[in-house]
């Protein structure tokens, strides 16, 4: 049976985190993931994991100062050593409550100096990384939402990941995101599966649960099962309304 992931930056995001993994397991997610997670205590979350019997699967580092409209510091020329103390405080949070996946944000930046600020800054998030165990993320995200974010494209993260070349250093394949810039999302999917760590959904172009829009996702669960992919699939919508009421795609899509 297919396995489901609640991102609990959209779903729940009314509630502490601890409730809000409580409300997942209850709704019968298979595990959680999270944005930022830096306000809650980590042994609170950890606490509440184990009560429930959750993983928590990822977590991102530090926006930086959003009131300046930050959002992500590792692609920021000149800003290496902010950059790294996001990515030391988002390991060290991931590793507390045991986490297998920090996804780290590129931030508003173009051009060569930001590329290769943002390849050694993944250098040393996949060195630190691996002394945890923990995958390193990086996902593109949409200009409509996020313009002028650094990492757009699943083919410029391709290039990234494949000329970094570490083994925990992975994509973040997120439907809505890779619909709204890039579309054929059977053929990326399926040509990307070696790269991808984690994949995450949401009706496109509207952000809400995978219930309809231009995404058919029966036919791209049923794709991604037939590639072999059996991790839990991160539900990262935005509910309009109260969560527990947008849950109806789950028994449909289950598999
Ligand atoms: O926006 C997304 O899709 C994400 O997954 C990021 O983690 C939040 O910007
Ligand atoms: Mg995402």
């Keep these: 049976m297919r396995q489901f992931s609640a991102n609990l930056g959209f779903l729940w995001n009314d509630l502490p985190l601890p409730d809000a993994i409580h409300a997942a397991k209850r709704a019968r997610f298979d595990a959680v993931e999270c944005h930022w997670p830096y306000d809650t205590p980590s042994e609170d979350v950890k606490a509440a994991l184990k009560t429930h019997g959750l993983r928590m699967l990822g977590l991102n580092t530090s926006r930086g100062d959003v009131s300046a409209g930050e959002n992500g510091l590792s692609a920021l020329p000149g800003r290496d050593a902010d950059a790294r103390a996001a990515i030391d ?130 036919h791209v669960f049923d794709l991604i099962d037939e590639l072999g992919y059996d991790k839990p699939l991160g539900a990262e919508y935005k509910p309009k309304g109260p969560t527990d009421a947008s849950l109806k795609w789950m028994d449909r899509l289950r598999g």
Excluded: W
Excluded at 97 to 104: D, K
Excluded at 137 to 145: K, M, R, T, V
Excluded at 188 to 215: K, T, V
């Design 89 to 218: 405080e988002a390991l060290k949070y991931a590793s507390d409550v045991g986490a297998g996946a920090v996804h780290v944000m590129a931030g508003f930046s173009a051009g060569d100096a930001a590329r290769s600020t943002f390849i050694r800054n993944l250098d040393y998030a996949t060195e630190q990384g691996a002394k945890h165990s923990i995958t390193i993320l990086i996902e593109p995200l949409n200009g409509y939402d996020a313009p002028g974010y650094f990492l757009q494209t699943t083919d410029q993260a391709a290039s990234l990941i494949r000329e970094i070349d570490r083994p925990n250093l992975k994509l973040m394949f997120d439907c809505y995101h890779v619909q709204l810039m890039e579309g054929d999302l059977s053929h990326r999917m399926e040509n990307l599966l070696p790269i991808i760590g984690h994949i995450q959904f949401a009706s496109a172009p509207d952000r809400g649960p995978p219930d309809g829009g231009e995404i058919n996702f029966a």
